[in-house]
T-cell receptor, first 110, second 115 residues
């Protein structure tokens, strides 16, 4: 499984877009990019995933570079409830196993 | 469907005792995963099942740990002769096997404290 690199922490103003970067330069062709988040003392929550194309759902958008070596998770209008640790994971669709790193702690401020 | 359910939510045990945790996955999901999370760290993969078959075990899963998934439904994780280093949150997740990436749903976890 490819290793991912994320900033340790980020701040975002409430109502503004939060853009969370992730590097996964060793990602292989069959590995997806997954994003999960974890609010304190809860289990991780799935946000979005993608292989090559950009993806959007009701929670967020995922932008993957053409070379697939990095991606950005976009929360279009961050709220205080979006304060959490965000994990970017490059994982195989064969096993579904997720290798979590340290993640990015996003603090949304009023 | 109420999602992935774990029981108990909290467990305090004395060092050397055995503990068992239960996970009930989402009913139509054939894959089930166990993870462990210590304070300030991301979850670490322990093992996973496809139906009743245990297909992969992490090196983190010492011989004091055993997991089962009889009949491919609920799963149990047992820790024998607990040690203080076993104190952690134990998370269970389930998913459906698809060819388009796998979205996993996590339970709320069982927090184990070994005293």
């Amino acid at each position: 499984d490819a290793k991912t690199t994320q900033p340790t922490s980020m701040d975002c103003a409430e109502g503004r877009a939060a853009n969370l970067p992730c590097n996964h330069s060793t990602i292989s062709g069959n590995e997806y990019v997954y994003w999960y988040r974890q609010i304190h003392s809860q289990g991780p929550q799935y946000i979005i995933h993608g292989l090559k194309n950009n993806e959007t759902n009701e929670m967020a958008s995922l932008i993957i570079t053409e070379d697939r070596k990095s991606s950005t998770l976009i929360l279009p209008h961050a709220t205080l409830r979006d304060t959490a640790v965000y994990y970017c994971i490059a994982g195989s669709s064969n096993t579904g196993k997720l290798i979590f790193g340290q993640g990015t702690t996003l603090q949304v401020k009023p | 469907d109420t999602g992935v359910s774990q029981d108990p939510r909290h467990k305090i045990t004395k060092r050397g005792q055995n503990v068992t945790f239960r996970c009930d996955p989402i009913s139509e999901h054939n894959r089930l995963y166990w993870y462990r999370q210590t304070l300030g760290q991301g979850p670490e993969f322990l093992t996973y099942f496809q139906n009743e078959a245990q297909l992969e075990k992490s090196r983190l899963l010492s011989d004091r740990f055993s997991a089962e998934r009889p009949k491919g439904s609920f799963s149990t994780l047992e820790i024998q002769r607990t040690e203080q280093g076993d104190s952690a949150m134990y998370l269970c997740a389930s998913s459906s096997r698809t060819g388009m990436g796998t979205e996993a749903f996590f339970g709320q976890g069982t927090r184990l404290t070994v005293v």
